[in-house]
């Protein structure tokens, strides 16, 4: 099996918690060759060396001071074949992306793709001339609770939808602590809300054609951010239905999940009706006190073949899986091409892979509603038309 060299870019919360689990567990099974990591502070490779000592992780930056670019020299260095995770803060996205693109490398971008509706035209234009899989981890598209309404709805069992709920709020340790570097760039409606305006299109395969946002900055402008509190979204899609999309990050801290959240659709024909958060299996500990506990997204488990080893499963596993697997698949039916030949097969399978996955031009759905709500909350709730082409503005 041909087996991909990873570089992920960014050495956060999400790098430490999913992706480097699943890229080890990925590795044990022979996808995988080597992990790289490129952050902004070597002392962030060696916590994570620490923390992974299985995984003979390199990384980047080598020398002690901050280096913000030292993910271009990790870049230079990938050999091929090579695929790119970008666990950056959601305003970096699109410049690694497109770098990464330019090298003929493929791409997992955790979500959003990115916050500009031109810079996501710009990815799905250049990812489609290269020949590059561009994913976005939109990984609620892989929970079985939200994955069986897009069954139902595609096979007409819900008839038309006509309105719908969405409501996802965070823990204020998320802007207070993980964040509060980059709180203030980006607002729980832009990392938060895309996970929901993402699940509507994934059912409905409809597009938003307005949206009307406002928001609210109160508690963490009283501790010093210049950050939203809560977002709220009216978007209109192309058939009349309307989404009303509920989105914070300052939920007390004594929350017994990180996540509230959950989503409602109307439709003709019937209701689906779905709280994400409590999944009726919940702990109460000394360690942890009462926690309402998602089996589902991604947690371990005993492996069944080495009990010494943790097996991490769950729909935040699936989705960079599906990414990893479906770029050996291109890799293998590839190989052995002359370069002009292995283009055509890449260009033959990424146009494939557009029709079921969050390549770029479906991952642009978000992202043009996230920017949209941005653009009408800094003006108060005016409303934003998103045209045709993905062109916004204010109606
Ligand atoms: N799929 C999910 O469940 C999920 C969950 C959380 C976050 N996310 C997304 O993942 C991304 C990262 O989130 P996070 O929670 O890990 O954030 P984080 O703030 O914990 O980590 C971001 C990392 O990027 C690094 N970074 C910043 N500038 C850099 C640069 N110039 N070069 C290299 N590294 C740089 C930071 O040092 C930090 O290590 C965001 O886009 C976020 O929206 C996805």
Redesign the pocket.
Known sequence: MNRLNTLV????????Q?ILPVLAQEKRKGKISSITV????KE?IQQLKDIFPQENLKGYPEKNDEQ????KIALKNLEKPGLVI?????D??AE?CLEAIEYGFDVIV???LCLKTEDAKQILNSSREKGCYVFT?L?KRHDLALRALQYKYTRGEMGEVLCCHAWHEQRRDIPLK??K??CER?SPLE?LGTHYIDMFYFVTGLKPEKVIAKGQKKLLKSLGYDAFDACQAFINWENGAVEYLQTSWILPEENPCLSNQGFQMTCTQGEFRADNANRNSNFSTTKNGYELFNPYFFKPYIDWDNPEIDMYLGY?AD?IIQAIDDCIRILNETSGLKEKQALEKRKQLLSEFEKTRPLPNQAIISVSVIEAGKMSMIKDGKPVIIDDDFFLHYE
């Open positions: 870019i960014g050495g956060g919360m999400i790098t430490k999913v490129a952050s902004r502070r962030t913000p670019d030292a993910w970008i666990a950056t803060p959601d970096l996205h690694m955790q979500k959003p981890d990984h993980y964040f570097n980059w980006s990392y935040g989705s």
